[in-house]
Structures are given as structure tokens and as C-alpha cells.
């Protein structure tokens, strides 16, 4: 079993809402905190959000991640897409520990999905 798995990415119209889902093994799920970053074509990876940090910028408002404790599931609810959404979306663990200011660095996050495609179209 992967350690994290997302699925949910596909072709979307401008407007539209979308999920995302990761599911994670057991033991990456009890031990670490799951969230979401997302790679455009030509841009750097970006953080969109964290079990306890919402998105912001672009996102804020239109993104929103939630947790199934019993399905070691997190989703991330994406409303009133638009093109520059599009991109490859990756689930990511880090430490529960982390300090709130270093949640959004990728470096402190120990494990990745293989992510799932997200293309917005106008």
C-alpha cells in the first residue's frame, strides 16, 4: 500500500467544483498531518493547504480541505475553478509537530503522493 494515494484530478470546466481525495496508510495517517500542494506548468510548487492551515491568496475562499478520521482520508474541496488552477495537485505528510510558520515549506514534509491532474479550461 502507498503510503498516500490522491485521486479525484480531471478535466474541469471554469466554474465548476471539484475534490480532490488522499488516502493514506495507517501509520503515515496516526503519525503525521496531511496537506495539499500543487505544481503549475512553469511554476513553482505551492502550498494550498494543511489540515490546519487554510488556503490563502487565489485559493482563499474557494478551497477547502477536510479530514475522514475513520477512512484515514483527507479531501480538498475546490469551488469556482479557474484556468490558473490547473496544475498537478500532491498530498504531502509532515510531522503534527511541525511549527506553524514552516507548514507551508515543502521541505518539512516527509511524504508525497504521485499526484493528480486538475485542468481547468475556460
Known amino acids: 500500500q502507498a503510503d498516500l494515494l490522491e485521486s479525484g484530478g480531471r478535466l474541469v470546466q471554469a466554474g465548476e467544483s471539484l475534490r480532490l481525495t488522499c488516502t493514506a496508510s495507517v501509520r503515515v495517517y496516526n503519525n503525521y498531518s496531511l496537506g495539499w500542494f500543487r505544481k503549475a506548468p512553469g511554476k513553482e510548487l505551492e502550498f494550498v493547504a494543511d489540515?490546519?492551515?487554510r488556503a490563502f491568496g487565489a485559493m482563499y475562499g474557494r478551497f477547502t480541505i477536510s479530514s475522514d478520521n475513520v477512512k484515514n482520508t483527507v479531501y480538498l474541496q475546490m469551488n469556482r475553478l479557474k484556468p490558473e488552477d490547473t496544475a498537478v495537485y500532491y498530498c504531502a505528510a509532515r510531522p503534527s509537530g511541525t511549527p506553524v510558520s514552516r507548514r507551508i515549506l515543502r521541505e518539512e514534509y516527509d511524504y508525497w503522493g504521485q499526484g493528480t491532474q486538475v485542468t481547468v479550461s475556460s
Open positions: 489540515i490546519s492551515t
